[in-house]
């Protein structure tokens, strides 16, 4: 079971990684097209215009796709930006009930949110809303990939508190105290 979470905790952070590669792709493009066309004006020739529709809305629902599937993917690398300071003044037991609590209600919070963005993407898809930009984008690809993300932060959020409960300790725990070991190193 931990190789099959593990695997797609993996996946979710490649894929957010190909949905920002394939914004660098865009911008670069838009770039290059930029460039060609000064070139041309610079040489007298009427400038090609070349133009990537619609590239700050759909890199905008790229970035909030990228954004969600990554949550699970940097919560396991333990790279999520957390308050440590009380928690690094408690004693052992104490912390791993804040720990609990505090993963409880995470993923509590995460799973509702998964629902509800889920019912979006839904009803988005039942009445084929699009977008209202130059390229009408279909909003259910967005939201499904969203829901996807945050379904995939959910599994991790209940997978660290079973792991909290039965272990006593987050796995993210043990990356965090390694990075601070190795700073005052």
Known sequence: MRAILDGLYRISGWAAALCLVA??????MQIIGRIVDGALRL?????????VAGLAEIAGYLLAVSSLLALAA??????HIRVTVLLSNLGERARRVVEILVLSVAAALSTYMT????????DSWQFNEVSYGLVPVQLAWPQAGMTVGLAVLSVALIDELVL??????PSYRAIEEAVTLGREA
Do not use: D, H, Q, S
């Not at 629902?115 to 839904?122: D, E, F, K, Q």
């Open 23 to 28: 914004i660098v792709i865009m911008v670069m």
């Open 43 to 51: 040489a007298g020739y009427p400038p090609y215009g070349f133009l």
């Open 74 to 79: 940097t919560l396991k690398a333990g790279t």
């Open 115 to 122: 629902w509800r963005i889920g019912l979006l993407a839904y």
């Open 164 to 169: 909290t409960v039965r272990v006593g300790r």
